[in-house]
């Protein structure tokens, strides 16, 4: 892998975390970000998150995802610069 790829992953990793700990705080404060996985050519990444709790603590965050997905992406966005913005898909990490 990379420099650049593993670069881009730990800022992505930063940013994701900080956007929901900011903006999404009361939705999110059991989830925590745990790594980011960013392919070859930058267009796609996958996004590893935990809970702390039960299964229906996880289920809730994976609710969450896959409702306010685009608009973290749109956030990410204002705040890294990159040519291409990767698709992010959030991934249940045991």
């Known amino acids: 892998m990379g420099q650049r790829v593993v670069r881009v992953n730990e800022l992505l990793m930063r940013e994701i975390s900080n956007i929901l700990h900011t903006r999404y705080q009361a ?3 059991e989830t925590s970000i745990v790594g980011v996985d960013v392919s070859p050519n930058l267009r796609g990444a ?6 702390h709790g039960d299964a229906e603590v996880r289920h809730k965050a ?6 306010h997905h685009a608009h973290i992406r749109r956030e990410l966005g204002r705040v890294v610069t990159l040519k291409y913005l990767p698709h992010l898909d959030f991934i249940y990490d045991k």
């Open 27 to 29: 939705e999110t404060v």
């Open 46 to 51: 996958k996004v590893f998150f935990a809970t």
């Open 62 to 67: 994976e609710r969450f995802f896959a409702a």
